[in-house]
């Protein structure tokens, strides 16, 4: 396929410029004026278009939850225990959810999901296309983070079982660090011990091969996550960082990735009290790495560029909003190699638009996803 004549928002050059984009077996094959098409070549004519990266969703649980499907098509908390690093979210995933549909045609060709804030430890997130009958089919990387949850809601899920205040949160999270860290030293000394399924599921967190993906909204919870995540010498990301704007400083010192969102909603709890749309704006003039998420299916999927566009309107630089929802959503989570750019190389997910993306005004035109189109 060739895209011929589209303004190029490409989320690595500030300007836009006009150019065509060649598509090889799914990969971005070359972008360049004047270019011809091959034999058999199939050319999409873009002029008086815009053309964007798919947009990344760093963090939502779609695919868990289902749409209009109640408690029965929630598979996102499992509520039996406090730690659960053993689950794995392709095995609740669901490529029939209407919400992946929602989310293509908005645009999002990408997005990381995986277990709830319910518990302290609550499983592996994964990284899919928006597109596909099996997980296989859309899977980009099975085991993008592990996540962890500090504040309101490990504390009300389980208060008859260790986790009744912030500090016993903290606390089983540095006792099921400290029982891998053993596990792990017993296992590469070669002494015998039982298989357990919950350490074995830590390793990789311990080696560095897997971030903590820490929900944490309030300032003192954030610093808690980025606290015991240098105790331990793990890598971590912010999911939500709520209170952001409050610690943007210490953020900026750590050298956290923080996915700020949902913004589209209230304060639903006590811990949002200092939610506001301008703490995107404030993580950037710090120079704090940030993207912006919905959380879906808490904002649903499609609403991830009007959540962009808020932050606009609340004093963030529109270039830095589409990088916030393309390249920087991507190496939150891992998978620059692959989405959040158009580049050489990298995945053909790409949207056409008729305006300025971030306007309510403009209509999505066509997505592609791994150069098939989608919508």
């Known amino acids: 396929m060739l895209i011929k004549n ?10 836009p410029y006009v150019a065509d984009i060649a598509v090889e077996r799914g990969r971005i094959k070359a972008i360049a004026p004047d270019l011809k098409p091959a034999k058999g070549e199939r050319a999409v004519d873009a002029s008086g278009l815009r053309v964007y990266p798919g947009f990344v969703e760093a963090h939502c649980h779609i695919g868990l939850t289902t749409f209009g499907d109640g408690a029965m098509g929630a598979d996102i908390n499992e509520t039996t225990s406090p730690v659960t690093p053993e689950l794995r979210a392709i095995d609740s995933l669901n490529p029939q959810s209407l919400t992946f549909r929602y989310a293509r045609e908005a645009g999002v060709t990408t997005v990381c999901t995986g277990p709830g804030s319910a518990n302290v ?22 085991a993008v983070a592990m996540k962890c949850a500090f504040g309101e809601n490990p504390k009300k899920t389980y208060p008859k079982k260790g986790a009744t205040v912030r500090m016993g949160v903290a606390a089983r999270m540095r006792e099921t660090l400290f029982a891998a860290q053993e596990y792990l030293k017993k296992k590469e000394a070669g002494k015998d011990q039982k298989f357990d399924l919950k350490m074995e599921s830590m390793i990789p967190v311990l080696k560095g091969e897997m971030p903590l993906k820490a929900h944490a909204h309030r300032a003192d919870d954030i610093l808690t996550a980025i606290r015991i995540a240098k105790e331990f010498g793990l890598k971590i990301t912010i999911e939500h960082g709520t209170d952001g704007a409050l610690i943007a400083d210490e953020l900026k010192a750590a050298g956290v990735s923080v996915a700020f969102g949902p913004i589209l909603c209230g304060a639903t709890k006590t811990e949002l009290q200092h939610k506001t749309d301008t703490t995107a704006a404030v993580l950037d003039k710090a120079g704090v790495p940030f993207c912006i998420i919905t959380d879906a299916s808490v904002i649903m999927p499609q609403y991830l560029i009007a959540s962009a566009a808020v932050c606009v309107r609340a004093g963030l630089d529109p270039f830095h909003a589409l990088q916030a929802i393309t390249i920087n959503a991507a190496k939150h989570i891992g998978i620059e190699d692959r989405v959040g750019s158009l580049e050489v190389g990298k995945d053909a997910d790409i949207v056409l638009c008729d305006g300025d993306v971030l306007s309510y005004t403009s209509r999505i035109k066509a997505v592609y996803i791994d150069g098939r189109k989608v919508v």
Do not use: C, P, Q, W
Request: glycine share 12%; aromatic share 6%; proline share 0%.
């Open 6 to 15: 589209g303004t190029i928002y490409d989320a690595i050059h500030k300007r």
């Open 121 to 142: 430890i609550g499983g592996t997130f994964t990284a899919v296309k928006t597109v596909g009958n099996s997980v296989e089919e859309m899977l980009i990387k099975e």
